[in-house]
């Protein structure tokens, strides 16, 4: 099982991933409103990935204040 230290620079490097997805994700729906398709579809999912990236964020600040405390 990972320490804390190593299960954050983890979640780290998947909030940083997430967020290049997220600016990715902006980007097309940003392109589809110029084309004149639907976004539905494509701000639904932008708004799991925002969900998914806000658990992600509060369990790296847990492990934080978990490190801080040892």
Known sequence: MPDRTEENARI???IVEGDLRMSA???RIEWMIEKDYDPAEAR???RHMEAILDLWRIR???ILD???RS
Do not use: N, S
């Open 44 to 46: 639904k999912l932008l």
């Open 60 to 62: 790296r600040q847990l």
């Open 12 to 14: 780290q490097q998947q």
């Open 25 to 27: 994700q902006i980007a």
């Open 66 to 68: 978990a490190l801080a």
